[in-house]
C-alpha cells in the first residue's frame, strides 16, 4: 500500500505560506493539509479560503481542508472555491453527515469524515459508500505538536476492515503526533495517509529531509 505524506501548514512559518507550500511539493509531498479552525469547535483560528487560494496557483499539489467547524455546510463551498480537491469534515459537527457529504460531492470535491478520538468507527458506517476519504484524528483537535494517541490504532483498524468490506478506493488518513517514530504503527493498523505538522516544519534539518524520513519509515 503506498503511502502519501499530508503536510499540516498549520505548523509551517504563517508569514511565508506560499514559500512553505512550495517548499514541501520540492521536497515531495503528496498533499498540502490545510487545518481550519473556527475558534468555537476548536479554540484557536486558522486559515480563511482566501488564504488557500493565495497558495493555490503556487504548486501543484492536492489541497485539502479539515474544517474544525461547527457550521461545515456553509464554509465548505468557500474551500471548494478557493481550489481544495478534497474537504473533510467532523461527523461530530455534523446533524445530517450524509447529506453534507452529498453537498461536497456535488460541489465537485472529494468528500472525507473526519472522526475524534473518542468517536467510534461506527457511526460512520452508513456513509461508507458515498465517501472518499475517513480521516481519524490521533490526537484532539484544536492544537499542533500533541502526543500521539496509541490507543486510537484500533479504530484505525476498524476503518480499515470498514473500507475494505465496502470494496471501495477510500483514503484512510490520520492526524495528530504523527512523526517517524509514530508514523509504522498507524501505516500497520491501515492508514495509507499521514499528516504531519510539527515533525515536517520543525525538523531541525527541514521540510525535505523531515519527508524523507518519515516515507522511510514505512
Known sequence: M?????PSVLAADASRLGTECQAIAEAGAHRVHWDVM??????????????????????????EAHLMVVKPDELAPLYIEAGCDTVLIHAETCPHLHRSLAAISEAGARCGVVLNPHTPASSISEVV????????????PGFGGQRYIASVESKIAAVRRMIEDSGRDIDLEVDGGITAATAPAAVGAGANVLVAGSAVFGHPEGPAIAIKELASSV
Not at 503506498?2 to 499530508?6: D, L, T
Open 2 to 6: 503506498a503511502v502519501e505524506i499530508a
Open 38 to 63: 473556527d475558534g468555537v469547535f476548536v479554540p484557536n483560528l486558522t486559515f480563511g479560503p482566501d488564504v488557500v487560494a493565495a497558495c493555490r496557483p503556487l504548486v501543484d499539489l492536492h489541497f
Open 129 to 140: 459508500p458515498m465517501i472518499d476519504e475517513v480521516l481519524v484524528m490521533t490526537v484532539n
